[in-house]
C-alpha cells in the first residue's frame, strides 16, 4: 500500500459527460502528479500541483483541468468526454518538487466512456 | 525536450537466468532516471533511482541498474530472475533544469517463464 488514495476505482459514463477524480497523497507529501495510462499512449504526464499551486504541465487537454486543495487533496476534473478518453487516471505524490523524489502511485481510477 | 525510450515491448526469460530490460534516454544537462514496476490492476511501484555518483545502483526486490553516460542508458538488471518478476517495467527522465516534468517510457513487459 502506497498510502496514496484514490477515488472512485472505477467510472462508467457516456460521451459528453464530466466527472471528477480525487487524490489523496501519502501523509506529509506536498507534491500531486497526475497521469493517463492507455493501452496505445502507455503513461503520459498530465500535470503537477506543489502545495496547491501548479509546477509543471504534460499533455493535458483543454477540456481537463486539475486543483490541489489546502488540504492537499487533489481532483482532476474531465469534460466533454470523448471515448478516447478511456484510460486508466493514476495519480503519484512525492515530498516536494526540486529534489528528484520517488513518486508514491495510488491504484488508479479506471474510467471507461460509452 | 527530454524523452526516454523503452526499446522492446517485451523480454521473456527462463527463471534463474539473468534479466536485463533496456532504457535510454535524452535529456539536457544531467538526467534523474528512475525504474518503476507494475504488476495487473496495480499502481506503479518505485525500484530504484539514479542522481549523481555511482554508475550502478541498487534497488528492490534484487533489482539494480547501470547509467551509462556515453550511451545515454540506464538499463534494468538482475541476476537471477523470478517468476514473480513478471510485470510491466518503466523507465523514467527528469531533467535537472527546472522544469520538474517527468516523463515515462512506454513500458516493457517482462515474462519470467518457469
Known amino acids: 500500500d502506497s498510502g496514496v488514495t484514490q477515488t472512485p476505482k472505477h467510472l462508467i459514463t457516456a460521451t459528453g459527460q464530466r466527472v471528477t477524480l480525487r487524490c489523496s497523497p501519502r501523509?506529509?507529501?506536498?507534491?500531486v502528479y497526475w497521469y493517463q495510462q492507455s493501452l496505445d499512449q502507455g503513461l503520459q504526464f498530465l500535470i503537477q500541483?506543489?502545495?496547491?499551486?501548479?509546477?509543471a504541465k504534460g499533455n493535458i487537454l483543454e477540456r481537463f483541468s486539475a486543483q490541489q486543495f489546502p488540504d492537499l487533496h487533489s481532483e482532476l476534473n474531465l469534460s466533454s468526454l470523448e471515448l478516447g478518453d478511456s484510460a486508466l487516471y493514476f495519480c503519484?505524490?512525492?515530498?516536494?518538487?526540486?529534489?528528484?523524489?520517488?513518486?508514491?502511485f495510488g491504484p488508479g481510477t479506471r474510467l471507461t466512456v460509452t | 525536450a527530454q524523452s526516454v525510450a523503452q526499446p522492446e515491448d517485451q523480454v521473456n526469460v527462463a527463471e534463474g537466468n539473468p534479466l536485463t530490460v533496456k532504457c535510454t534516454y535524452s535529456?539536457?544537462?544531467?538526467?534523474?532516471l528512475f525504474w518503476y514496476v507494475q504488476y495487473p490492476n496495480r499502481g506503479l511501484q518505485f525500484l530504484l533511482k539514479?542522481?549523481?555518483?555511482?554508475?550502478l545502483v541498487k534497488g528492490s526486490y534484487g533489482f539494480e541498474a547501470e547509467f551509462n553516460k556515453s550511451q545515454t542508458s540506464f538499463h534494468l538488471k538482475k541476476p537471477s530472475a523470478l517468476v514473480s518478476d513478471s510485470a510491466l517495467y518503466f523507465c523514467?527522465?527528469?531533467?535537472?533544469?527546472?522544469?520538474?516534468?517527468?516523463?515515462f517510457g512506454t513500458g516493457t513487459r517482462l515474462k519470467v517463464l518457469a
Open positions: 503519484a505524490s512525492s515530498s516536494g518538487v526540486a529534489a528528484p523524489y520517488e513518486q508514491y
Open positions: 501523509s506529509g507529501d506536498l507534491s
Open positions: 500541483y506543489y502545495n496547491g499551486e501548479e509546477r
Open positions: 535529456v539536457s544537462g544531467n538526467p534523474y
Open positions: 539514479y542522481i549523481t555518483g555511482d554508475n
Open positions: 523514467a527522465v527528469r531533467d535537472n533544469v527546472g522544469t520538474y516534468k517527468y516523463i
